[in-house]
């Protein structure tokens, strides 16, 4: 059995799957977010929020969400972290990872933040919380509205968290590669 057919969310898909020989694939048609749950907020409304996930208001506070595949560059970003904090010491960077920290047959986040030694500045979601669903979109969108800044800098297909954060008012960080490149806009 195979897919009637395949519609892409980006360009950078629709032109992967051409490339491999497929015949059933669609005009991409972009993911969208609904504003009435990303939208800009002021995070000095959002204490508790701050609070749960190890953000400070002095601080860079720095948040990667995604699922944990092996195909995305958790550990370069992590090592771009700890390569900030030895360059700029003055400056207290915060990080909360919404991920799994440790699924088998995954990467091991918590051994990776250990390796760069991201241990003392790292928060991450309760692991029963995640396993039984995760947290709800508009709890999402508060996290993202704490951040100063969100990494995405591995290969995404799709970009949901890109998407979100820019709705949010909140800088994204991505590569040149995968769909980052079509859905970061400068200024958004």
């Known amino acids: 059995r195979f897919a009637w057919r395949v519609v892409p969310w980006t360009k950078w898909d629709y032109d992967h799957f051409k490339s491999h020989g497929l015949t059933n694939v669609a005009s991409p048609i972009p993911i969208g977010v609904e504003p009435k749950i990303w939208y800009p907020k002021d995070r000095a409304e959002l204490p508790k929020v701050m609070q749960s ?3 400070e208001p002095g601080a860079f506070n720095l948040l990667i969400i995604g699922a944990n595949q092996r ?7 992590l090592e771009g972290i700890a390569l900030f904090r030895k360059a700029h010491p003055e400056v207290k960077v915060r990080l ?4 799994f920290v440790t699924v088998q047959g995954e990467h091991d986040i918590a051994n990776m933040i250990q390796e760069t030694g991201l ?15 995760g947290l709800e979109e508009r709890q999402l969108a508060a996290i993202t509205n704490c951040a100063d800044l969100v990494l995405q800098a591995n290969l995404e297909g799709w970009g949901m968290v890109t998407s979100q954060s820019q709705a949010c ?8 590669e995968g769909a ?4 970061i806009f400068f200024g958004a």
């Open 169 to 176: 008012g909140v800088p994204v960080l991505g590569l040149s």
């Open 119 to 133: 241990q003392d500045i790292w928060k991450y979601p309760d692991q029963y919380v995640m396993s039984q669903g």
């Open 53 to 55: 996930i190890g953000f």
């Open 71 to 77: 195909r995305k560059y958790w550990k370069e970003q």
């Open 180 to 183: 980052a490149s079509e859905i």
């Open 96 to 99: 909360y990872f919404h991920t």
